[in-house]
């Protein structure tokens, strides 16, 4: 069974916080992918990695950082939280062009 | 640029079919998807389209693309209460691997 894993189901932080949320997979997928989802919004891309040590920017990198030292983990920073960056996290891994699986998310709230 | 719209909701009753829109501006995409997402969880690959192709069915789902129009269409026969969920469809710009999401269409079925 396929599995994309995120640390955290649900996170609370202080404004100015560092704040780290965790994705690893296991399916050997050299895509992958950090989204938030807000409502009325959809999924928007803040980071892609197509391979490790390579990242690509989405629509809204800013305030956000990403690494990749291993293929199977994709990690977010947010360098100094702000409560603007409240929302629902997916982490997403996949093969080229093929189906993407995704996490449960993780709901940060930040206060 | 890359942007899909989708429009935010969509309430039927039980039995009857429901059609769900999606416009996209990148031509180049190989594959156009529909994902589902249940109440809180992550996203699931429902379908995909070749993008060479019109039509797709699969059981009560139909995938119509129209490419000169750039419009995407998921039409869900005999709608369950069960097939309450988001819709989301994507579509892979330059098939770089790199995801793109529309808004989400929140679809409600009514007993």
């Known amino acids: 069974d396929v599995k994309v894993t995120q640390s955290s189901r649900y996170l609370v932080k202080r404004t100015g916080e560092k704040v780290f949320l965790e994705c690893v997979q296991d399916m050997d997928h050299e895509n992958m992918f950090w989204y938030r989802q807000d409502p009325g919004l959809g999924l928007r891309l803040i980071y892609f990695s197509y391979d490790v040590k390579m990242k690509e920017k989405g629509d809204i990198p800013e305030g956000y950082s990403v690494s990749r030292e291993k293929k199977e983990r994709f990690s977010l920073i947010l360098e100094s939280a702000s409560t603007n960056q409240t929302s629902m996290y997916l982490c997403?891994?996949?093969?080229?062009?093929?189906?993407?699986?995704f996490g449960q998310g993780t709901r940060l709230t930040v206060v | 640029g890359e942007d899909v719209e989708q429009s935010l909701f969509l309430s039927v009753r039980e039995g009857d079919s429901s059609v769900i829109n999606c416009t996209y501006t990148d031509s180049s995409s190989t594959y156009l998807y529909w994902y589902k997402q249940e109440p809180g969880a992550g996203l699931q690959l429902l379908t995909y389209i070749f993008s060479n192709m019109d039509m797709k069915q699969d059981q009560r789902l139909t995938v119509l693309l129209n490419k000169k129009d750039k419009h995407l269409s998921l039409r869900i026969a005999d709608t369950q209460t069960g097939d309450s969920a988001i819709y989301f469809c994507a579509e892979t710009p330059g098939n770089t691997g790199k995801l793109i999401f529309g808004q989400g269409t929140t679809l409600q079925v009514k007993p």
């Open positions: 997403a891994s996949s093969q080229v062009i093929t189906e993407a699986f």
